[in-house]
């Protein structure tokens, strides 16, 4: 681990899981001093805490995801607004997976899952007649991953839940 932190968000350090390289808009805080060109580490901040422009070392809950290398100063990062932003701020050079990254490679054709999405339908294994109800399943890439492959006369319908309202009664 480097000396020199980057912290980003949980859908950044998926992305970064997956092969991409971290947007300069993705980069939530980095430790003061970062430049161009620097080695650092880069961190999940796991509870969504972390305020854009952090400059200490984050104290708070994170999960390391790799290293590489600083394309863009920190004061260049952050003397703008996030939306102003372009470009990559770091490219990753060692992340803790190596899965190439796929930008613009089939956009048209593929949609890259999480093992997860992929995992389920095989699990689960359901059989002809029986009725799967998928109840996560936005935007319904697993779904259709699973009645495309599988290939089978069982039926599957996708929801995806985005409120529960519980009465005051109601314990967990």
């Keep these: ?7 980003v968000d949980l859908s950044c350090g998926a992305a970064i899981l997956r092969g991409a ?5 993705g980069v939530l805080g980095a430790t003061a001093g970062v ?6 580490s880069v961190y999940v901040d796991v509870e969504g ?9 984050y104290a708070g809950p994170k999960v390391f995801v790799g290293n590489g290398v ?7 990062i952050f003397s703008v607004a996030q939306e102003q932003l372009s470009g990559i701020g770091v490219e990753m050079t060692s992340p803790l997976y190596d899965c190439p990254p796929l930008n613009d490679v089939m956009s048209d ?23 799967v109800l998928d109840m996560c399943a936005a935007p319904a890439f697993s779904t259709i991953s699973d009645e495309r ?8 319908s996708s929801v995806h839940l985005i409120k529960v309202e519980r009465p005051p009664t109601w314990q967990l």
Excluded: W, Y
């Design 1 to 7: 681990h480097h000396q020199k932190e980057v912290m």
């Design 21 to 25: 390289h971290i947007f300069a808009p």
């Design 70 to 76: 600083a394309r863009m100063n920190r004061d260049d």
């Design 35 to 40: 430049q161009a060109g620097d080695q650092v």
């Design 109 to 131: 054709s593929i949609f890259l899952q999480n093992l997860p999405s992929t995992l389920t339908g095989h699990v689960l294994n359901p059989q002809p007649g029986e009725r």
């Design 49 to 57: 805490k972390c305020l854009r422009g952090f400059i200490k070392p």
């Design 149 to 156: 492959n599988h290939r089978r006369k069982s039926h599957t």
